[in-house]
């Protein structure tokens, strides 16, 4: 079993930036950071390949969102700046093992319980 739990979600203005964390009871092969809108389905936005410190992201997160991990203290990061208003969510951290694209959530046996992100105009 994995544990995660999300901290750092808030409400900021547009332009601003905020840092999610992710506190792992274990690091898996993967570990990805969704979000999720009202009315809209879950999407990856960023992964990290723990062992090779590997990193992906969603096209509309690129060169704004930066996903890292602190071994030391077993903690998923997500540094997101210039936020705009479409960036607001709910995000979640998650965990799996190999195989499957980051990008399914279906292959993710783990989820945390999600933090709230509000980017105002």
């Known amino acids: 079993q994995v544990q995660l739990v999300e901290s750092g979600g808030g409400s900021v203005q547009a332009g601003g930036s905020l840092r999610l964390s992710c506190a792992a009871s274990k690091y898996t092969y993967c570990m990805a950071w969704f979000r999720q809108s009202p009315g809209e389905e879950r999407e990856g936005v960023a992964a990290?390949?723990?062992?090779?410190?590997?990193?992906d992201y969603a096209d509309s997160v690129k060169g704004r969102f930066t996903i890292s991990q602190d071994n030391a203290k077993n903690t998923l990061y997500l540094q997101m700046n210039s936020l705009t208003p479409e960036d607001t969510a709910v995000y979640y951290c998650?965990?799996?093992?190999?195989?499957?694209?980051?990008?399914?959530?279906?292959?993710?046996?783990?989820w945390g319980q999600g933090t709230q992100v509000t980017v105002s105009s």
């Open positions: 990290i390949y723990t062992s090779r410190r590997l990193t």
């Open positions: 998650a965990a799996k093992g190999a195989g499957g694209s980051w990008k399914d959530l279906r292959a993710y046996n783990y």
